[in-house]
C-alpha cells in the first residue's frame, strides 16, 4: 500500500482562511491489500477512486466505487477501503476539517464533566508513557503486536470515556483525545524504532 500527500503550488494553498480542507491524500492498493479500519473524529472525508474497482465500507454499509465515483464517510464513522480486484486501485481522498470556532460542535456540557474528561486524559497519557518506559531496547513482533494493541486500548477506552462524559462532538473532548493520540502515535514510531525481524535486520532496513 502506499499513501502520499499532495503538495499544494505555493501560490495556490490548499487551506484557506476558513481552515476547511485539511488535506490530500493519494493512495495506491495493489490486489488483496486494504487499509485498517479507522476514523476521523474532528473532519469527514471524501473518496474518490481514479483506477480500479475499490471496495469502500462506510460503518455497516459496503459498495464497490468506479473511477469517477465518490464517497463520503461521515465524521467519526469506521471505514475501510480495500482492492479485491486483480488490478491496481488509486483513489484520492480529501479530509475536511469543522472549524471549531464556528459554532458546528457541541458546547452544551458542564465545566466538570470537561475537567474530567481532561484528567482521563492526563491518566491516559500518563499510561502510555508508561507502556514506553518499559519497553525493551529491542522488540521482536510479539512484543511489538502486544505493545501496539495496549496503546489502541488505552486510546479506545478514553474515546468511550469522553463520549460518556461530554460527547466526541464537543471541542474539549477532540482535544483531549487529541492529546493522547498524539502520544500513541509517538509510541508506536518508538515501537516501529526498536522492532526487528526474525532476521535480525531492522524494521525500515527491509
Not at 503550488?9 to 485539511?22: I, K, N, V
Not at 473524529?41 to 473511477?67: D, F, K, N
Not at 460527547?167 to 524504532?193: F, P, Q, S, T, Y
Request: aromatic content about 6%.
Amino acid at each position: 500500500m502506499k499513501l502520499r500527500r499532495l503538495p499544494s503550488h505555493p501560490d495556490f494553498q490548499l487551506e484557506g482562511r476558513s481552515r476547511h480542507f485539511q488535506s490530500f491524500w493519494e493512495l495506491e492498493l495493489t490486489p488483496g491489500e486494504a487499509t485498517s479500519p479507522h476514523q476521523h473524529y474532528e473532519s469527514e472525508e471524501l473518496i474518490c477512486v481514479l483506477r480500479g474497482e475499490g471496495l469502500v465500507q462506510i460503518a455497516e454499509v459496503e459498495r464497490c466505487l468506479s473511477p469517477g465515483e465518490v464517497a463520503l464517510v461521515p465524521p467519526r464513522t469506521d471505514h475501510v477501503i480495500a482492492n479485491p480486484s486483480n488490478d491496481l486501485v488509486r483513489a484520492i481522498t480529501v479530509e475536511s476539517r469543522f472549524d471549531l470556532g464556528q459554532g458546528e460542535l457541541s458546547e452544551d456540557v458542564s465545566l466538570e464533566a470537561i475537567q474530567e474528561a481532561e484528567r482521563e486524559a492526563l491518566r491516559s497519557a500518563a499510561t502510555v508513557e508508561e507502556i514506553v518506559a518499559a519497553l525493551p531496547r529491542y522488540v521482536d513482533e510479539v512484543v511489538a503486536i502486544q505493545s501496539i494493541v495496549s496503546l489502541f486500548d488505552v486510546g479506545g477506552n478514553l474515546s468511550e470515556q469522553i463520549e460518556q462524559e461530554i460527547g466526541l462532538d464537543n471541542a474539549k473532548g477532540l482535544e483531549a483525545l487529541g492529546l493522547v493520540e498524539r502520544k500513541i502515535m509517538g509510541a508506536v514510531l518508538e515501537i516501529c524504532a526498536r522492532y526487528k525481524t526474525r532476521s535480525g535486520r531492522w524494521l525500515f532496513d527491509e
